[in-house]
């Protein structure tokens, strides 16, 4: 039976939150839009008609679907060259989606999203339904094939799993364009001991390349490790110059809620760096540089006012 305009109407009002539901799932943009789509086309071959409940037919079947996505991504990640970090969304995305309470933008910050990956594809379903959306158990249950004991003692297992991995404080715009000032001025300095002075003893550095661009498969670990990577990472010379494809312009910006350095050559992002930031200082640098994560992202910042960069790079 052929969908009426009605029908399309009520599935593309439910897109946003669909999609942004399938980004924390997924972690990815692109699987997320290519999970809601397939998502309409089981919503076009059903007889709407006889759907009760609209909102949660389609988020029982888009979280299903991501289920399983979740479960070949993890045998998929065990091959993926390097790190692996989430596909990040610039400031201004929809897909992000609500930003009301500071549980909804810390639920999609890239630090949680990395965190996420430790979590079974049950646990990360139902944390994400309840954190970011405030499904109830009730429903999260009926979503699942659970019960609502279940749905409860799984949340607060999956919550506990995250905090312990030393989820990110939140700081103000001002605050964090600060940090980001004195961490740039620290990188470009030639010196190691500044930035040193910004990082937390057991700060971290990550990179994703995909095997498409350099990055190194291990962690640099601790503040003097990282400090001297990043010291190398901004300093000039033909090599970077080569492997960026040009001179990089630097913008501050924010990336899934979090302080970020957008590297952008020739208005191609080629480089996303979010900034874990504690009281202490900076905990973790989470770069991705991975081409195919960056599609979106070079999307959004062709359709935005970014202002003038910080520097120009190398």
């Keep these: ?66 289920l399983n996505q979740l479960t070949s991504a993890r045998a998929r990640r065990e091959t993926y060259v390097g790190q692996w970090l989430p596909e990040p969304l610039l400031a201004g995305d929809p897909m992000l989606g609500p930003a009301d309470t500071a549980e909804q933008r810390e639920s999609v910050s890239y630090a949680v999203l990395a965190l996420l990956e430790r979590l079974s594809p049950g646990e990360r379903a139902v944390y994400v339904l309840r954190e970011a959306f405030g499904y109830p158990h009730r429903e999260i249950a009926e979503i699942l094939d659970l019960t609502e004991a279940a749905s409860q003692q799984i949340f607060h297992r999956a919550k506990k799993h995250v905090a312990d991995g030393k989820a990110r404080t939140e700081i103000d715009e001002a605050a964090a364009r600060r940090i980001i000032d004195e961490f740039l001025a620290a990188a470009t300095s030639g010196r190691t001991e500044p930035l040193v002075r910004l990082l937390t003893q057991d700060a971290v550095a990550i990179g994703d390349g995909g095997g498409k661009v350099p990055a190194r498969a291990k962690a640099f670990e601790g503040a003097l490790a990282v400090a001297k990577f990043m010291r190398g990472l901004f300093k000039p010379g033909k090599a970077q110059r080569a492997l960026a494809g040009g001179s990089p312009e630097v913008y501050a910006t924010t990336a899934n809620g979090d302080p970020a350095v957008v590297a952008v050559v020739d208005g191609r992002v080629i480089a996303v ?16 540089v991975n081409p195919d994560k960056l599609e979106r992202a070079t999307r959004r910042w062709a359709a935005a006012d970014h202002g003038e960069p910080l520097l120009k790079a190398f």
């Design 1 to 66: 039976m052929a969908l009426t305009m009605n029908d399309v109407d009520r599935f593309e009002a439910s897109r946003p939150r669909l999609e942004a539901i399938a980004y924390r799932l997924l972690g990815s943009a692109s699987e997320a839009e290519d999970a809601v789509q397939e998502t309409f086309l089981r919503w076009q071959a059903a007889d709407v008609g006889h759907i009760e409940l609209p909102e949660a037919w389609l988020t029982k079947v888009l979280t299903n679907l991501c």
């Design 273 to 288: 760096m979010c900034l874990d930031i504690t009281p202490e200082g900076i905990a973790a640098f989470r770069n991705q």
